[in-house]
Antibody, heavy 123, light 107 residues
Framework: EVQLLESGGGLAQPGGSLRLSCTAS????????KHWVRQAPGKGLEWLSS????????AYADSVKGRFTVSRDSSHRTLYLQMNSLRAEDTALYYC????????????????WGQGALVTVSS | DFQMTQFPSSLSASVGDRVTITCRAS??????LAWYQQKPGKVPKLLIY???ILESGVPSRFSGSASGTDFTLTISSLQSDDFATYYC?????????FGQGTKVEIK
């Protein structure tokens, strides 16, 4: 069954760091584009970052560029989001999401979502 | 950066009503637009991608269309299960962007 499972959320101080993990099923990890999306309490969705199925191509939202880094560990089928220089406005539920990428002339939306990991940045 | 302006931010409707939600793009992006439904406390669910392609298992009362840089989600006959928040998302250009969301409430 297709599955994404986030972990690593918690409380961090402003200026501190946290690393989120997202463990994926074999199919998703091997071939799907993987993304991080967050949702601040009571707010909308914000796309943060992505890594392509092959792991080479990454992209970031301006709000996190230079502070957050996405990476993957193939041996553990795990996607990571290293979050540094955290700010109060980074407080949110962080989702790992995945899509098939593009097949022929069709590029898919985010088909699979984890349940989210809550990050709270507060002193 | 690319901007997606979604409206209305909320609407009240009755079961059986036809509902439309619009996202306006700040520039062209090849029509790589998706719509998601999110219920309170739940994970977003993909409804439509590439402007108008229905995700597998999504009821046919949902449809998507475009006119220029305006993209529309239509629910032809609102059902009780459809009361939720809906988001558009462009994925034609990085950074990807979501609309602000539209909360569909019961009248």
């Amino acid at each position: 069954e297709v599955q994404l499972l986030e972990s690593g959320g918690g409380l961090a101080q402003p200026g501190g760091s946290l690393r989120l993990s997202c463990t994926a099923s074999e199919l998703i990890f091997a071939t799907y584009d993987k993304h991080w999306v967050r949702q601040a309490p009571g707010k909308g969705l914000e796309w943060l970052s992505s890594v392509g199925g092959g792991g080479a191509a990454t992209a970031y939202a301006d709000s996190v560029k230079g502070r957050f880094t996405v990476s993957r560990d193939s041996s553990h089928r795990t996607l990571y989001l290293q979050m540094n220089s955290l700010r109060a406005e980074d407080t949110a539920l962080y989702y790992c999401a995945a899509r098939r990428g593009c097949s022929g002339a069709i590029c898919y939306g985010l088909e699979y979502w984890g349940q989210g990991a809550l990050v709270t940045v507060s002193s | 950066d690319f901007q997606m302006t979604q409206f209305p931010s909320s609407l009240s409707a009755s079961v059986g009503d036809r509902v439309t939600i619009t996202c306006r793009a700040s520039q062209g992006f090849g029509g790589w637009l998706a719509w998601y439904q999110q219920k309170p406390g739940k994970v977003p669910k993909l409804l439509i991608y590439k402007t108008s392609i229905l995700e597998s298992g999504v009821p046919s009362r949902f449809s998507g269309s475009a006119s220029g840089t305006d993209f529309t989600l239509t629910i032809s006959s609102l059902q009780s299960d459809d009361f939720a928040t809906y988001y558009c998302q462009q994925y034609g250009n990085y950074p990807w962007t979501f609309g602000q969301g539209t909360k569909v409430e019961i009248k």
